[in-house]
């Protein structure tokens, strides 16, 4: 454990552009450690800490090394138990890719590549599993619908018997459909089995794939959070300025600036990029990596990474990008926004009662760390 306290000023602006300057004081709290076993690679796992009251001292984490599914007691970062996953057979879940646990009988694994989504119970047995894809007489079209990813910022949600996910079109992003009609987000109701797509890419997409630009791969994934008692899924696009906030009662849309003070003009890419120029490309532009809300403190916390002037190649030890946090009410406003330092990964937040969590580079590959950091309006 350590104590750092550090005071960084917070540029705040709101929806109607009046602009002011709000001092933040950002206390860095104290580490957390997660000691992982020797075959779990920290920077291959999905993880939550599970929203539910009677599971808030359990953390939860799935390994792509050899698709295990792990507890930790979140307090003393020790593991509890450990299952692997079978891939095949009456339990087998494929590769596991992300998961959302509703309570101990009900941890739902996703398994993207089999278009797949298993319930087990505290057996690890699969109760049930559901079919994430359209179905052409009796049988699943793979050429239609949503690729679900299991990206850690995508966080699959649970509300009113039916889960919730993100994703991609499963269209080739050089066709105008792939804006226009491809879907971002879907349903699945538990009761009936049948799935909803829900949400598209912002208008703003459309309009620049006509000027003769698109999105690459990299850049196709949304990320999605809840705010349940408004009943909102709030999504964020990689190269959009707007959070999406989807009412989930009336499955309508709404769009709210949330943008950096930094940049918010994104440069797209060419329909005729080459594969070998898409990398490229990609570490020089700004994206919106995620998208959290904070349920405890009532606000959201938005990604912004920006190229990394210090980066040189994939072998300097230097990040690829500079991250700042973007800090936004329940009202969508814009309260603030600061730059986090670079050996923190924002791919993903931990939202803890005690406050956000995030996570920390270490080359001990046998942890994971988090930081804990408290935000406090002077």
């Known amino acids: 454990m350590f104590i750092l306290i550090s005071t960084i000023l917070i540029f705040s602006c709101t929806n109607n552009n009046n602009l002011n300057i709000t001092k933040f004081k950002i206390e860095l709290i104290s580490d957390k450690l997660i000691s992982l076993d020797s075959l779990t690679d920290p920077w291959q796992t999905s993880f939550i800490l599970s929203d539910d009251t009677h599971l808030q001292n359990q953390f939860f984490v799935l390994s792509g090394i050899d698709n295990s599914l792990q507890i930790y007691d979140w307090k003393t970062g020790k593991i509890q138990s450990k299952k692997i996953l079978p891939k095949e057979g009456p339990n087998g879940v494929g590769d596991a890719g992300s998961l959302m646990v509703k309570s101990l009988d009900s941890i739902f ?11 087990l119970d505290r057996n690890y047995n699969v109760v049930k599993s559901y079919s994430l894809l359209e179905m052409e007489g009796g049988k699943p079209s793979y050429g239609k619908g949503m690729f679900p990813t299991s990206k850690r910022f995508c966080k699959i949600g649970f509300f009113e018997n ?45 309009k620049r794939f006509r000027q003769g630009k698109i999105i690459i791969s990299q850049q196709t994934y949304p990320s999605l959070t809840y705010n349940y008692a408004k009943k909102q899924m709030v999504i964020s696009h990689m190269t959009d300025e707007n959070l999406e906030a ?11 600036f949330a943008g950096s003070n930094e940049q918010n003009d994104f440069t797209w890419a060419s329909k005729n ?11 020089k532009q700004p994206y919106f990596s995620g998208v959290y809300y904070d349920n405890y403190r009532k606000v959201y916390y938005r990604i912004f990474e920006k190229p990394n002037p210090a980066k040189v190649d994939g072998y300097d030890g230097e990040p690829w990008t500079i991250p700042s946090i973007i800090i936004i009410n329940e009202n969508f406003e814009k309260i603030g926004e600061t730059e986090i330092p670079k050996e923190y990964s924002l791919t993903s937040i931990i939202i803890a009662k005690e406050g956000p969590y995030l996570r920390k580079y270490v080359p001990d590959e046998d942890k994971m760390v988090f930081t804990l950091f408290e935000l406090v309006k002077l």
């Open 273 to 283: 990029i080459s594969e070998k120029e898409e990398f490229k490309y990609f570490t």
């Open 109 to 119: 694994v996703l398994s993207d590549f089999q278009f797949k989504l298993y319930q």
């Open 162 to 206: 039916k889960l919730y996910l993100g994703g991609y079109p499963l269209i080739s992003a050089l066709k105008e459909d792939f804006y226009l009609k491809g879907a971002t987000s879907l349903s699945l109701n538990l009761k009936n089995n049948k799935i909803k797509y829900l949400t598209k890419f912002p208008p703003s997409y459309v």
């Open 246 to 256: 989807f009412d989930l009662s009336n499955e309508t849309s709404n769009y709210y």
